[in-house]
């Protein structure tokens, strides 16, 4: 984003050291490591590496903003997807497999997954290793966007499913 928005970002990890750390001894002698206080900019090393923007690395956004475009998946908004694609997002398309996926998003039918027991099987959603989550109910009509940040200064690991959980029953 354009700088005159930095006092509205929150910064992210000082440098790459949880990066560097999962690299291991195969990444020595590499020397492109960020040593400075990510912000701004996005924080997945993956990305940043391939010019700052890759599908897999997530949005820079407000909650409110974020809860916007999820409330494009709610019954009733259809500004974005056809009612013959919002069945797909509710839709189980990897039956068997450990995690339960539709188009796009991660299903609360999946076992011991963040959502919690606040959210119907159907429900969905999706994480961001920052801590970020948003889940759509679309029984409540209802989005819950949590934005956090377990990057700064330093990686930490606070039980993020607990912690999502707790906020999906609110």
């Keep these: 984003p354009d700088g005159s928005f930095l006092p509205r970002i ?3 990890e000082t440098g790459n050291e949880y990066e560097r750390a999962l690299a291991g001894p195969e990444a020595q002698g590499y020397d492109g490591w960020r040593t400075g206080t990510i912000w701004g900019t996005v924080h997945d090393g993956n990305a940043h590496f391939l010019g700052g923007v890759a599908g897999h690395a997530g949005l820079f956004g407000t909650a409110g903003e974020a809860a916007r475009v999820a409330e494009q998946f709610l019954p009733g908004s259809r500004l974005l997807v056809r009612d013959e694609s919002f069945a797909l997002v509710r839709t189980n398309l990897t039956p068997g497999l450990e995690e339960h996926r539709s188009v796009g998003w991660m299903l609360a039918s999946s076992p011991d997954c ?3 027991p606040a959210m ?3 429900a969905f959603g999706h994480t961001g290793f920052t801590g970020t989550s948003i889940w759509v109910d679309p029984h409540a009509t209802r989005v819950v966007a949590l934005m956090t940040n377990r990057t700064h200064p330093v990686y930490g690991s606070p039980p ?6 707790a906020v999906n029953a609110l």
Excluded: F
């Design 10 to 12: 929150a910064a992210s």
């Design 114 to 116: 963040s959502a919690g």
């Design 120 to 122: 119907p099987d159907d």
């Design 160 to 165: 993020m499913t607990e912690i999502r959980r």
